[in-house]
């Protein structure tokens, strides 16, 4: 069985800070892993992933996480908050060759004007 | 193309009675899966499937059914509702690479249910 850990319920940034939500997860196999956004009101929407390859993974909007296997970590950061960045933040991992994905229970991130 | 699509978007119930979501995804995924989202918990994964015709259960499975009787379509189904499954529910599909899935999952909006 894998889990997720975010520590962080709510991080609060002033807008232009960077800002980094932390992850960390345990698993007994090799996992893929990803973050997802969700706005107000919405669905969930990819952010970025990490399969395989460069541990460095861009995604959309800014967001870059970097995959650390050693410690078991996955931050996601961005170097320059902006106001509609402002919404919930949910790791998650996906075990190899399985087909079920565990999510963390999600950060606020509230970026103030 | 309209992605991964939820009916209905919102209900409210009356404790005992039953009702059905109705997921439906234009993509040809292969897999389909059922979350819950609470305040403070995530999302907890209630059932899922990996081809038309079978489903798992995942986390949180009890008081829940579901079926998967044609590829695009996955039924998530309360037979007697309860207070505690007032949740948002969102279901989810993704397709495999290198013969498993890739855990990249795409979601519908949400259902929104309210049990009194």
């Known amino acids: 069985a894998q889990s997720v850990t975010q520590l962080d319920s709510q991080v609060p940034v002033f807008e232009e800070a960077p800002v980094e939500l932390r992850c960390n997860y345990s698993s007994s196999v090799s996992v893929y892993l990803f973050w997802y956004v969700q706005y107000p009101n919405q669905g969930l929407q990819l952010l970025l992933k990490?399969?395989?390859?460069?541990?460095l993974v861009k995604g959309i909007n800014g967001f870059e996480a970097e995959f650390n296997k050693s410690q078991t970590s996955f931050p996601l950061r961005k170097p320059s908050v902006h106001i509609s960045d402002t919404a919930e933040y949910f790791c998650?991992?996906?075990?190899?060759?399985?087909?079920?994905?565990?999510f963390g229970t999600g950060t606020k991130l509230q970026v103030i004007p | 193309n309209a992605g991964v699509t939820q009916t209905p978007k919102f209900r409210v119930l009356k404790t005992g009675q039953s009702m059905t979501l109705l997921c439906a995804q234009d993509m040809n995924h292969e897999y389909m899966y059922w979350y819950r989202q609470d305040p403070g918990m995530g999302l907890r994964l209630i059932h899922y499937s990996v081809g038309e015709g079978t489903t798992a259960k995942g986390e949180v499975p009890d008081g829940y059914n579901v079926s998967r009787l044609k590829k695009q379509n996955f039924l998530l189904g309360l037979e007697s509702a309860a207070p505690s499954q007032t949740s948002v529910y969102f279901c989810?599909?993704?397709?495999?690479?290198?013969?498993?899935?890739?855990?990249?999952?795409?979601f519908g909006e949400g259902s929104r249910l309210t049990v009194l």
């Open positions: 990490y399969l395989s390859g460069s541990t």
């Open positions: 998650a991992v996906g075990p190899r060759g399985y087909q079920k994905v565990t």
């Open positions: 989810a599909s993704s397709y495999p690479i290198a013969g498993g899935p890739t855990g990249e999952l795409f």
